[in-house]
């Protein structure tokens, strides 16, 4: 079974460390589905290519309710994979990326990239090439 057709569906963690598993459908008292792991994908390549968390707060209330109303920090590192990010952390699990585009663009952004390896790859790539294997 391919990774991007498992069905797994966490509660989210209390905690502003906990971000990365608040999940955006469920911060707003909605159900788990499988769309909501991919948020999770998403806020999870968003802090592995920028360094930081998507979304800020002083508390993990602060937090919560930045996950349901607000914008993720502006992509600074993400380059050609900001498209992949935006649409995972899309809020509206109907327009969020689904698991085929998302693979289909992380394996077509890291294939047009191996072939620069030798000069040196940008983080965002780098991160992108080992979610995609």
């Known amino acids: 079974m391919s990774v991007w057709s498992t069905r797994c569906v ?16 469920q911060v707003r008292g909605q159900d788990a589905t499988p769309e909501t792991d991919l948020w999770s994908l998403g806020a999870t390549l968003y802090a592995a290519v920028e360094g930081q968390v998507p979304f800020g707060g002083a508390s993990a209330g602060g937090i919560f309710v930045a996950i349901a109303t607000e914008d993720p920090h502006p992509f600074v590192h993400a380059g050609p994979l900001t498209d992949v990010l935006a649409g995972l952390l899309d809020k509206d699990p109907a327009r969020r990326l689904n698991a085929d585009d998302a693979h289909r663009l992380l394996t077509e952004q890291t294939s047009a990239r191996r072939e620069e390896a030798a000069a040196g790859l940008t983080r965002s790539t780098v991160v992108a090439a080992s979610v995609v294997g």
């Open 10 to 25: 966490r509660r989210p963690s209390a905690g502003a460390e906990g971000q990365l598993g608040a999940k955006g459908e």
